[in-house]
C-alpha cells in the first residue's frame, strides 16, 4: 500500500451544500493530484499540487477548490454540490514530478441528491 | 495537450489465452512515461507495467508485456495465460517528463476485459 488514506469513502449530500474530500499520505511525497472517474471517461484531473500552498488546476477544475496546507493532506472541495458532480474521487501521489510512479488511494464515492 | 485513445471498450479472452489490449496516445513530447493501470471492481487502481519513452526495449512483467511502438504513438498491452483475476478495466495512461506541467497522467478511457473459465 501507498499510505494514501482518503476520507469520507462514501458521502451522502444534498445539492448546494459544502462538501470536503480528505487525502492523506504517510510517504511525504512532494506531488498529489485529485482525479474523478466517470463512465465513459476514465480518470480526469481536477486539481494538483506541486508542494504545500503550490496548487494548480487540472482539465475539470470548475465548480472544485483545493487547499494543502500540510505536506500530507491535499483538501478538495466542492463549495456548492451539483448534481453533475456525482462521481468518484481518487487522490493520487507522486514523490517527484517524473519517472516515479503516481499511487492512488481507494476512491471517494460522492451522491449529491 | 497530451491525448490518450484506447479504442477496445471490451474484450473478452478464454482462461489460458492470450489477449493484447491497444492503446494510442498523442504528444509532441520526445520524453515521457507510458503506464498500463489495471482496476479490479474494488476501484483500486493497480499500477500493472510501465515504460519509458527513452528505452527501446518493451517492459515484460511476469505475464504482462508491452509492445512500444514510439514512431507510430502506440502501446499496447499484452496478457499471457489469462487467469480470472486478470477480469478487470485497464486503462493506459500517459506522464510527461516535464516537471513544469505537474507531470500529472493523462488517462484513456478504458478496456473492460472478461476472462472466461
Known amino acids: 500500500d501507498a499510505g494514501i488514506t482518503q476520507s469520507p469513502r462514501h458521502k451522502v449530500t444534498e445539492t448546494g451544500t459544502p462538501v470536503t474530500l480528505r487525502c492523506h499520505q504517510t510517504?511525504?511525497?512532494?506531488?498529489m493530484y485529485w482525479y474523478r472517474q466517470d463512465p465513459g471517461h476514465g480518470l480526469r484531473l481536477i486539481h494538483y499540487?506541486?508542494?504545500?500552498?503550490?496548487?494548480d488546476k487540472g482539465e475539470v477544475s470548475d465548480g472544485y477548490s483545493v487547499s494543502r496546507s500540510k505536506t500530507e493532506d491535499f483538501l478538495l472541495t466542492l463549495e456548492s454540490a451539483t448534481s453533475s458532480q456525482t462521481s468518484v474521487y481518487f487522490c493520487?501521489?507522486?514523490?517527484?514530478?517524473?519517472?516515479?510512479?503516481?499511487?492512488f488511494g481507494e476512491g471517494s464515492w460522492l451522491t449529491v441528491v | 495537450a497530451q491525448t490518450v485513445t484506447q479504442s477496445q471498450p471490451e474484450m473478452s479472452v478464454q482462461e489460458a489465452e492470450t489477449v493484447t489490449l491497444s492503446c494510442t496516445y498523442d504528444?509532441?513530447?520526445?520524453?515521457?512515461?507510458l503506464f498500463w493501470y489495471k482496476q479490479p471492481p474494488s476501484r483500486q487502481m493497480i499500477l500493472v507495467i510501465r515504460?519509458?519513452?527513452?528505452?527501446?526495449q518493451n517492459a515484460t512483467e511476469n505475464r504482462f508485456s508491452v509492445n512500444f511502438q514510439k514512431a507510430a504513438k502506440s502501446f499496447s498491452l499484452k496478457i499471457s495465460d489469462s487467469q480470472l483475476g486478470d477480469a478487470a478495466m485497464y486503462f493506459c495512461a500517459y506522464r510527461s517528463a516535464v516537471e513544469t506541467s505537474g507531470s500529472r497522467l493523462t488517462f484513456g478511457e478504458g478496456t473492460q476485459l472478461t476472462v472466461n473459465p
Open positions: 510517504e511525504n511525497h512532494r506531488y
Open positions: 493520487a501521489i507522486s514523490r517527484t514530478a517524473s519517472g516515479n510512479t503516481i499511487y
Open positions: 515504460q519509458e519513452a527513452y528505452k527501446q
Open positions: 499540487s506541486y508542494g504545500v500552498k503550490d496548487t
Open positions: 504528444t509532441s513530447e520526445s520524453d515521457y512515461y
